[in-house]
C-alpha cells in the first residue's frame, strides 16, 4: 500500500474513532453547524428559555429533512462542477445567477435550524 494511501487511513481511522468515543463534543466543535447550534442552544439557556422534549412528528420531519438536504446538495453540486468544467462563461455565469436564490434557500435553512435549537437540543 503506498505512503499516501496509508497516510489516509490512518486519519479517517483517527477521525472515526473520536466521532464514535466523543460524538456530542466533536460534532459541537469541529463541525461548525452543530457548533452554531450549541451557541443558539446556550443563547436560548442565557435568555431562560427550557428546552422541551421535541414532539415525535418534529423529530420525524427533522430527521428526514436531513437526508433531503443531503441529496440536494449532492445534486447540485455535481451540476454546478460540471457547469464549471464546461469552462462557457455565458454558462457560468448563468449558473452563478440560479444559485442566488439557492444561497438565500441555505441561508434560511441554517436560519431555522438555529431558531430551533433555542427550544430544543441540537435538532439537525
Given at each position: 500500500?503506498p ?24 460534532c ?19 435568555f431562560?428559555?427550557?428546552k422541551?422534549?421535541?414532539?415525535r ?5 427533522l430527521s428526514?429533512?436531513?437526508y ?14 460540471f ?42
Amino acid at each position: 500500500m503506498p505512503q499516501a494511501q496509508r497516510c489516509r487511513l490512518k486519519s479517517f481511522l483517527v477521525v472515526a474513532l473520536v466521532t464514535l468515543l466523543a460524538g456530542p463534543f466533536f460534532c459541537g466543535w469541529l463541525c461548525p453547524f452543530g457548533a452554531l447550534q450549541d451557541l443558539f442552544g446556550r443563547l436560548g439557556r442565557l435568555f431562560g428559555i427550557k428546552k422541551q422534549p421535541m414532539p415525535r412528528v418534529l423529530a420525524g420531519v427533522l430527521s428526514f429533512s436531513r437526508y433531503v438536504l443531503l441529496a440536494n446538495v449532492i445534486l447540485l453540486g455535481t451540476d454546478f462542477i460540471f457547469t464549471l468544467l464546461s469552462l462557457d462563461p455565458r454558462n457560468n455565469l448563468a449558473s452563478a445567477l440560479q444559485s442566488i436564490p439557492l444561497a438565500a434557500f441555505g441561508w434560511s435553512v441554517i436560519a431555522f435550524f438555529a431558531v430551533v435549537s433555542v427550544f430544543f437540543d441540537r435538532p439537525f
